[in-house]
C-alpha cells in the first residue's frame, strides 16, 4: 500500500527557515509531489508541488531528492501566519490511478515569536 | 470570485437518515472530490469525478455516494449515515484532474451523526 508519511509536529522561531520532510518511498515515476496547508477552521490551501526539479515560488520552496522518494517544503523565513498543518500529498499519475490523492497525516508547524 | 462552495457548514443528524452534502464550484472545473478528515488519520479521499458522469473511488468510499450529473454540483449522499461517518468533509476541484494542478477546497462540512 502507498505511503506518505511525515513527522507529527515542528517547531521554529519567527525568521527562521523551516525544513518540513516528507517521505514517499514508493512513489512511482509520473507521481506528481504537492503540498498544502490548513489553519484552523479551513479547508486546505495550495503551496506548491514538483515531479522532479526543485521549486520555488512566492509562499516556498520544494526540494525534492534524486530518487524521488522523499521530498522537503521549504519556508524561508517563517512568520506567525505560516503556523498550520501542512500536508504532503502524493497525486498519482498513471492508469487506473489517474486521479488518486494520497495525503501524508500532516506536520503541525508551531513558530515561536 | 472563484470559489468551491460547501452545504451545509454544520449538520447534525440522527443515524439512518439520508443526507447529501453539496459542492458547487464556479471554475467550469472538470475534476472535482471528496475528502474526510479525521483526528490522527488526516484526510482521505472518498470519491472523485474526473467529468460529468464519470466517478471512481478512492480510499474510504464504503457508506457514500456521489453522482456528477453537471459539471459545477459534485453532492455527496449518505443513504444511511452511522455515527463512524461522523467527520469533516471537504470538497475540492482543479481545471481537468492532472495531477500537475493545484487543488481549490471548500471550507469543510461538519457532521454530527448521533
Known amino acids: 500500500d502507498a505511503k506518505t508519511t511525515q513527522p507529527n509536529s515542528m517547531e521554529s522561531n519567527e525568521e527562521e527557515p523551516v525544513h518540513l520532510p516528507c517521505n514517499h518511498s514508493t512513489i512511482s515515476g509520473t507521481d506528481y509531489i504537492h503540498w498544502y496547508r490548513q489553519l484552523p477552521s479551513q479547508g486546505p490551501e495550495y503551496v506548491i508541488h514538483?515531479?522532479?526539479s526543485n521549486v520555488n515560488n512566492r509562499m516556498a520552496s520544494l526540494a525534492i531528492a534524486e530518487d524521488r522518494k522523499s521530498s522537503t517544503l521549504i519556508l524561508h523565513r517563517a512568520t506567525l501566519r505560516d503556523a498550520a498543518v501542512y500536508y504532503c500529498?502524493?497525486?498519482?499519475?498513471?492508469?487506473?490511478?489517474?486521479?488518486?490523492?494520497?495525503f501524508g497525516q500532516g506536520t503541525i508547524l508551531t513558530v515561536h515569536p | 470570485e472563484a470559489q468551491v462552495t460547501q452545504n451545509p457548514r454544520y449538520l447534525i443528524t440522527v443515524t439512518g437518515k439520508k443526507l447529501t452534502v453539496t459542492c458547487s464550484q464556479n471554475m467550469n472545473h472538470e475534476y472535482m472530490s471528496w475528502y474526510r478528515q479525521d483526528p490522527g488519520l488526516g484526510l482521505r479521499q472518498i470519491y472523485y469525478s474526473m467529468n460529468v458522469e464519470v466517478t471512481d473511488k478512492g480510499d474510504v468510499p464504503e457508506g457514500y455516494k456521489v453522482s456528477r450529473k453537471e459539471k459545477r454540483n459534485f453532492p455527496l449522499i449518505l443513504e444511511s449515515p452511522s455515527p463512524n461517518q461522523t467527520s469533516l468533509y471537504f470538497c475540492?476541484?482543479?481545471?481537468?484532474?492532472?495531477?500537475?494542478?493545484?487543488?481549490?477546497f471548500g471550507s469543510g462540512t461538519q457532521l454530527s451523526v448521533l
Open positions: 475540492a476541484s482543479s481545471p481537468q484532474g492532472h495531477p500537475n494542478e493545484k487543488l481549490f
Open positions: 514538483g515531479l522532479t
Open positions: 500529498i502524493r497525486r498519482d499519475a498513471g492508469g487506473t490511478s489517474y486521479g488518486k490523492l494520497t
